[in-house]
């Protein structure tokens, strides 16, 4: 899965806005692209929590869906996702994942077998996508790039996600600008995802609660289809941030348990 990954390499000033209950309305950013910047660095203090996600490729008219769920502590940038992935793409179906923002390990759901190692940094897209779906930590570093390089953003409207009211704002984000305001080791993912997409402008939507933290993120990439295909492959990547403060305990597999490149 991962080689197959790696190769196939969203305003107006409001004070308030209408809601669907009494007291259930997020206030509204007078400026919805500072707001969005911010949410990032807001994010990062969560803490814990867990996390859902789900990535779409399509590529002459067929797609392929990864999905998985799992936990993340965002002061230690480190989580675990069991992902489930397309037979096609790996015969196991399930593969746990643990996730930094400089390594990647997996390896099949139940097995006892050594952890494949991945550096993050000889992946084309700085693994931004390529482990089926995208780091959280990548998420919030990504909004930093909101509404740059001539892109905007506006708000959309009042939302829920998990039962949690939040503010819908929708717009496009820039990854060369994303890169240049974040720092090592994030930036050069990000520098790497800017020269691997078919543009470095993605569109993406994205949901905060009240207290402008994400709660949903959602991008929409694009890049040259492998030869011998032609055009482009398109990918939808979803990210869910829930029970916040969850308990989390995760942490990368000793060395022994590692399987080391030969």
Avoid at 44 to 71: C, D, L, P
Avoid at 86 to 108: C, F, K, Q, S, W
Avoid at 189 to 202: D, E, G, I, M, Y
Avoid at 241 to 260: C, E, R, T, W
């Amino acid at each position: 899965m991962r080689a197959r990954c790696a190769t196939l390499a969203a305003g107006c000033a409001l004070a308030a806005s209408a809601c669907s209950g009494p007291g259930s309305a997020v206030t509204v950013a007078a400026d919805p692209a500072a707001a969005v910047r911010q949410a990032g660095t807001a994010s990062m203090r969560i803490g814990t929590s867990a996390v859902a996600t789900s990535v779409t490729m399509t590529s002459n008219g067929k797609s392929e869906q990864f999905s998985g769920t799992g936990s993340f502590d965002f002061v230690q940038q480190i989580g675990s996702i069991t992902l489930v992935v397309p037979p096609e793409v790996n015969a196991h179906g399930t593969l746990d994942e643990i996730v930094t923002p400089t390594t990647l390990y997996m390896r099949p759901t139940g097995s006892t077998a050594k952890w494949v190692r991945v550096d993050a940094s000889k992946l084309a897209d700085g693994d931004l996508i390529s482990a089926g779906y995208t780091s959280p930590v990548l998420a919030f570093a990504m909004l930093s790039g909101a509404g740059a390089a001539g892109g905007s953003v506006k708000y959309v409207g009042q939302d829920k996600v998990y039962d949690t009211p939040v503010a819908h704002y929708t717009g496009t984000l820039d990854l060369a600008a994303a890169a240049a305001a974040s720092s090592a080791p994030l930036n050069s993912a990000l520098a790497a995802a800017s020269r691997s997409f078919t543009k470095q402008s993605v569109p993406f939507d994205v949901y905060l609660d009240a207290e402008g933290r994400v709660l949903r993120f959602i991008a929409h990439f694009a890049f040259p289809a492998p030869a011998p295909q032609k055009g482009e492959v398109s990918i939808v990547s979803s990210t869910d941030i829930y029970d916040l403060g969850k308990p989390v305990k995760v942490s990368a597999p000793p060395a022994a348990d590692v399987l080391q490149a030969g």
